[in-house]
């Protein structure tokens, strides 16, 4: 069983900060891709930002510039540094982990954070 946690969403004005984490833990080999997607009211579900298994960062061209995505392979562990908020980018964000394990390469989801930016 894999676990998949995001914390760090809140309020925030625009122009502010906020920093999530994303952190993996269970039973698996390794961590094949993470990425962030994030859901406004009445949208669809839509990529962020990704870490792919080889190259660099990609990210939505929304937030070129703004927001940072990294990881900590020691820890499974995943962030994303959101600066120069704006309202629009207010929505649920959820992170997705594809992990190695005995079964072959699985994709999991966490719950969930809120992020919330006010004008």
């Known amino acids: 069983q894999v676990q998949v946690v995001e914390s760090g969403g809140g309020l925030v004005q625009a122009g502010g900060s906020l920093r999530l984490s994303c952190a993996a833990s269970g039973s698996f080999f390794t961590i094949n891709a993470m990425g962030w997607y994030r859901q406004a009211p009445g949208k669809q579900r839509e990529l962020v930002a990704t870490?792919?298994?080889?190259?660099?960062?990609n990210y939505t061209d929304s937030v070129k510039g703004r927001f940072t995505i990294s990881s900590d392979n020691n820890k499974n562990t995943m962030y994303l540094q959101m600066n120069s908020l704006k309202p629009e980018d207010t929505a649920v964000y959820y992170c997705n982990v594809k992990v190695r394990g005995t079964a072959g390469i699985r994709s999991y989801w966490g719950q969930g954070t809120q992020v919330t930016v006010s004008s």
């Open positions: 870490i792919p298994p080889t190259g660099g960062p």
